[in-house]
């Protein structure tokens, strides 16, 4: 037992110190910082505080995290590589899940076994970390072991833990209320702390503790009961299945032929209504998108609850493919809706965005469509899901959104002589090697106005690049094209 109590101790220790070393990277590499080399740097010494706390508690890693790392340590590398601000966003989300995915498979074994509602409940975890915390915080404070006076030593660090705060406390408000005691503390004391260092201390503290709850619970944590118990019985009956789905199928069959009728039927027909084809396809587009992902969460839900005896009823499977395929042109309608707008007008971020997330959505409606005709495996189902959003997110940063934005409206300025400069120009350092083309465009208006961009855009970036933690690949690049340019 004693053995045991110390084990506990060592790793819980171990835990706390690597925690607080990273509130302490944290504050270096991301406090007041633009996330850039420093937020991958930090990132990755996550993930390698947690093989090194594996390997030294002699722990084994899951074999699914060995692959989740890697995919962690991209993503975490691209928000120093890409610049688009959407990008990064969507980066730094997706290492949050996955940090969040490494800590909840850790417990449980592997990603292959989630069914959907297990990725939801991911999201949770982090309150699964408040136990492990505590018990973290308890072995620390408790020392059983064979060696003397170690009784002794864990109440004078209770004591100093528990003082510490308290004091603190006290001495501030002793201070606001009282001018001479105030005096003579901040005369005791030597610093002066500032509003920008209190937040600085908080941003350590709230770190260490999420840290020292996650590395607890992926070490130490145990999940909830995650039952999957399936006799058949279900709240939504067959009838009442057939009914929703079928009348969903009208509606959407009536739907589909006004498409055939006005928007592929020529320009003829929606100008006739009093529209443009640019004004008819901002109108619908997104709509539309509504519709697809109302119509997946209606099906995913009739899917999860509708009563069955082992396989799903022959109905349910006629009228779900029926709906899927109805869903699929509803999409391609939306899809040619923005290709219209984007003749146009031009491509922007949220076009592009647009048309990548219905391709998205049509590789999982296929999914749920095979789930129900095919292998009725929640599980399966669930990490092709999550692998089609890993590989989604892969592909838009491999692809670089900025740079085919800023190329297709140069093509079409070369087409048409249109193009949208303001925009165009506010790309992010993405697009500069694509869209300091600018400035050789004959036009000299074009032409100033690039210059103009480019010159401010470097004393930006120079300016606020000047901590190496903000470095970023794009806007370095940027600054050495601009340079080679030599704009005045």
Known sequence: MEAKSFESFRRSWLIVIFSLALGFFFDFLIFDKIPGLGLALFI?????????????????????????????????????????????????????????????????????????????????????FIKPLLQTGSDVLSVRTRYGDQKKLTQILRGIVITLPVVIIFGFLFASADPVFNK??????????EEETIARLILILVVTVVLTGAYGYSFTGSPF????????????????????????????????????????GGESYITAQGFTYAEYARRGFFELIAIAILSYLILFG??????????????????????????????????????????????????LYSHAFII??????????????????????????????????????????DAFIARKNLERFNSTGKIDTPYLLTLSADATPVSIVALDIPDENIKKEAEIHFLNRLQNNLSREQKWQSWNLSRARENSLIKERELK
């Open 225 to 264: 009961s995650w039952g999957r118990q399936d006799n058949g019985r279900r709240p939504i009956g067959q009838l009442e299945t057939s009914i929703l789905l079928g009348s969903v199928n009208v509606l959407f069959l009536g739907f589909i032929l006004i498409q055939i009728a006005y928007l592929f």
């Open 44 to 128: 990755g010494l996550i993930a390698g505080f947690f093989v090194f706390l594996a390997i030294y508690l002699k722990r084994p890693i899951k074999a699914d995290v060995m692959w989740l790392i890697p995919l962690l340590l991209f993503f975490a590398a691209m928000v120093a590589v890409r610049a688009n601000p959407l990008l990064i966003a969507l980066n730094i989300l997706g290492c949050m899940l996955l940090l969040l995915l490494i800590a909840e498979v850790s417990v449980r074994g592997s990603v292959r076994q989630f069914v959907p509602v297990d990725y939801l409940k991911v999201l949770l975890s982090p309150f699964l």
């Open 184 to 193: 003579y503390a901040t005369g005791l004391v030597s610093f002066n702390l």
């Open 302 to 351: 009739v899917e999860k609850f509708v009563e069955r005896d082992g396989d799903h009823p022959r109905a349910f499977k006629i009228l779900s493919s029926v709906l899927v395929l109805q869903v699929v042109i509803i999409m391609a309608s939306a899809f040619y809706r923005l290709s219209l707008y984007e003749q146009a007008f031009g491509f922007t971020t949220l076009r």
């Open 360 to 401: 998205f959505l049509a590789v999982v409606f296929s999914f749920l469509l095979y789930k129900i005709l095919i292998e009725n495996k929640d599980n399966t189902f669930a990490f092709r899901t999550f692998l089609a959003i890993v590989v989604f997110l892969g592909v838009m940063n491999v692809f670089n959104p």
